[in-house]
């Protein structure tokens, strides 16, 4: 939207603090948590959210070779978060405040880039950058990732539109001609030629100025067929979490109100068998089972646009900090009384107006789609080698349990019990 209205950012400033209703009560209850939030976080701490690539390949989660693709060991035994601590030099950093510190300084010390510092490529980069283009080089990984930063562009946008080249590459839909640029070879892991298309993407050259408007409008342009292995929802590329290994994925990227982003829901969580206090979910979830995945989707929606408001990393559900812990936050910080349930009303709030100015654009049951490479075609190996979601099923239950139509639609009832009667068109 920001790009749509050629803004690049909103700066905003100010001077004093905000008033805290309960000092004393908010450091003793933070520090009480702080142990046990670290404590569950290790594996975050020690290697990073890349340290997950490994299991994340054993259950079908990582996307391989532009998501076509269901098993690929050595690979991300190669790419994973735990090898940069073996090859480089590594310093563990963390946000302001924070005991789990996931994120992680690298120095190279060997090789063509030695001396260079940089940050360790994160699970999204790794994946989108590294198993989704076949790419198992972990130093060329961290070097892609630093230029996409420079760059100023979206790791997981740019893995998927180049993913999506060397497939129409790899099937003949287009040829080395229609690159713009001589001596690339878009096949799959070839860093020379990763590294030039991001350049390309982010000085619009080439073909590059067409995979920068985004993988759908790239497949509009090609045609030919591309559209179906071309991976989005709602025009946003999907990310690093294939709807295949946990099913809630696809209705969490059907629904989501800036298209396929997984942090607007982090359902698969549940599915691989985080508990979260105060939500009332079954003990064990089947990742693999779409039955009563949109009720999940859609708590967790809610849930996570609470975090989003209170500007809190959704991280901290590894450490343990659920609704009831938010709920504590906000007493001592704030002096509100919430209950559980009163506080994911406010995220379903938050999440009902995005949809209600959704809505008003045409969002409803047609647009709330996921690429048929990820709902329709099997991938034949793998921890989820023969699991489809189905997604219609998961949009009715979503649909009912947030009280909208058959449509999608937000029904005037439901905006009038959040109080965004107003914003029914
Ligand atoms: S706040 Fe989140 S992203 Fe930042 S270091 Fe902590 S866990 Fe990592």
Redesign the pocket.
Known sequence: MFGGKKIKGIAVKGSGRPAIADPDGLKAYVSGMTASIREK?DS?HRN??GGSVPYRESVGDLPIKNFAVGSWPEGAAKIAGNVYGELMKRKH???????????KSIEFTDGDYRGLKTSQPEYETIAALGSNLMNDDPEELAVQNMLCNRYGIDTISAGVVIGFLFECFERGIIAKEDIGRDGINPVWGDNGAIKELLRMIAFREGIGAMLADGVRRAAESIGKGSESFAVHARGLELPMHDPRGYVSSAVTYATGNRGGSHSESLAYYVEQGMKIAGMGFPDKVDPHSSAGKGEITAKMQNLSAVFDALG?????M??GVGPEELCGFLKSAAGMSLSVRELLDVGDRMYTVKRLYNQRLGAGRGSDTVSERVTREKRGSGGAADVLPDLELMKDELYRFRGWDREGRVTEEHARSLGLEEYLS
Do not use: D, Q
């Not at 950093?93 to 994120?103: E, Q, R, T």
């Not at 809190?312 to 901290?316: E, G």
């Open positions: 976080a975050l990073g959210t950093l963390a946000c302001f405040g924070c005991p789990i510190a996931c994120a809190l990393c959704k991280f901290l590894a450490g």
